[in-house]
């Protein structure tokens, strides 16, 4: 097994959402549910290297969409649970910006809320 690329601190990432009030709070921000893991993630949060993409790239279709940026920098930060970044393109080559967070359960609820804080909205 080939070891995993680290992404660097000084990136900054996107994570797509839903539309959808359960993942925006009113004045707009984003709710801990955008940076939650679903069973189906296998403990692995997507997300963007924004040096890598554009945000229409990385929203995919902007009419079902909304687009968070995070400063990976925060995310290693975080020290209750040690995350990390790793740089994940697909293998099809339909995503080349990929990478994936990893540290996080799925029964986690104050990472999420800490990354969601952190996040901004990044208007496509």
């Known amino acids: 097994m080939t070891a995993r690329k680290v992404v660097n601190a000084d990136e900054w990432l996107y994570r797509r959402s839903w539309p959808d009030k359960k ?9 801990s549910r955008v ?21 229409d790239k990385a929203v995919g279709d902007s009419s079902r969409f ?7 920098r925060y995310v290693l930060q975080i020290t209750d649970t040690k995350l990390v970044t790793y740089y994940d393109p ?8 990929h990478a994936v967070i990893v ?3 799925p029964e986690d ?7 969601a804080k952190a996040s901004k909205r990044v208007f496509v």
């Open 103 to 105: 540290g996080m359960v």
């Open 66 to 72: 909304y687009l968070f940026e995070l400063s990976n």
């Open 109 to 115: 609820d104050i990472i999420p809320a800490l990354l």
């Open 35 to 55: 940076f939650k893991l679903r069973p189906k993630d296998n403990g692995e949060l997507s997300v963007d290297i924004k040096s890598l993409t554009t945000p």
């Open 90 to 97: 697909l293998p099809d080559g339909s995503n080349n910006a």
């Open 23 to 31: 993942y925006m709070n009113p004045d707009g921000t984003a709710t």
